[in-house]
T-cell receptor
Framework: NAGVTQTPKFQVLKTGQSMTLQCAQD?????MSWYRQDPGMGLRLIHY???????DQGEVPNGYNVSRSTTEDFPLRLLSAAPSQTSVYFC????????????FGAGTRLSVL | SQQGEEDPQALSIQEGENATMNCSYK?????LQWYRQNSGRGLVHLIL?????REKHSGRLRVTLDTSKKSSSLLITASRAADTASYFC?????????FGKGITLSVRP
């Protein structure tokens, strides 16, 4: 199993550009989440989903959109990139049987100039 | 806002020594988890302790939980250079975990 796959691994954007960070999991997990990790800040929850068609906001949702049309995919969209969105983004998933334990992707390192 | 706060922020030890890391949290919990992050990688789950448990072991890891003090500790015994990583405590459930800021552990060969 590949687990949680994030693409791209690295991305550089200019202020105002939009892009989508991809996240796919092959474990048939119901729960998926997006976090951002900034130096000295730990991980902060952006958006999460408890199943296909159901999403909700986390701690820092502004500037980001998500959708969950399938169980496998949970893309994160930056609508108009800002330098404050320079960060490392992690996608995670968990299954109903061990729903508190999250499996993380390798991350996407994003720089907004 | 951060639910968990780890202590110390950084720890440097010699291979073979034990490493103890602490986590304090603010609100009541159902469980607490510890994760490890190697440089440039995603987080990996280490161990989960439920609120009705006081101690749990997994290999060289020992986790304690004191709900009266809202604190947890992670002990890594007989540390190895490969244990060099950042360690995070996390609380919450399902897809909504709240992480601390992490502890950077360096194990010198």
């Amino acid at each position: 199993n590949a687990g949680v796959t994030q693409t791209p691994k690295f991305q550089v954007l200019k202020t105002g550009q939009s892009m989508t960070l991809q996240c796919a999991q092959d474990m048939n997990h119901e729960y998926m989440s997006w976090y951002r990790q900034d130096p000295g800040m730990g991980l902060r929850l952006i958006h999460y989903s408890v199943g296909a068609g159901i999403t909700d906001q986390g701690e820092v949702p502004n500037g980001y959109n998500v959708s969950r049309s399938t169980t496998e995919d949970f893309p994160l969209r930056l609508l108009s990139a800002a330098p404050s969105q320079t960060s490392v983004y992690f996608c995670a998933s968990s299954g109903r049987s061990r729903k508190n334990i999250q499996y993380f992707g390798a991350g996407t390192r994003l720089s907004v100039l | 806002s951060q639910q968990g706060e780890e202590d110390p922020q950084a720890l440097s030890i010699q291979e073979g020594e034990n490493a103890t890391m602490n986590c304090s949290y603010k609100t009541s919990i159902n469980n607490l988890q510890w994760y490890r992050q190697n440089s440039g990688r995603g987080l990996v789950h280490l161990i989960l302790i439920r609120s009705n448990e006081r101690e749990k072991h997994s290999g060289r890891l020992r986790v304690t939980l004191d709900t009266s003090k809202k604190s947890s500790s992670l002990l890594i015994t007989a540390s190895r250079a490969a244990d060099t990583a950042s360690y995070f405590c996390a609380t919450g459930a399902n897809s909504k975990l709240t992480f601390g800021k992490g502890i950077t552990l360096s194990v010198r060969p």
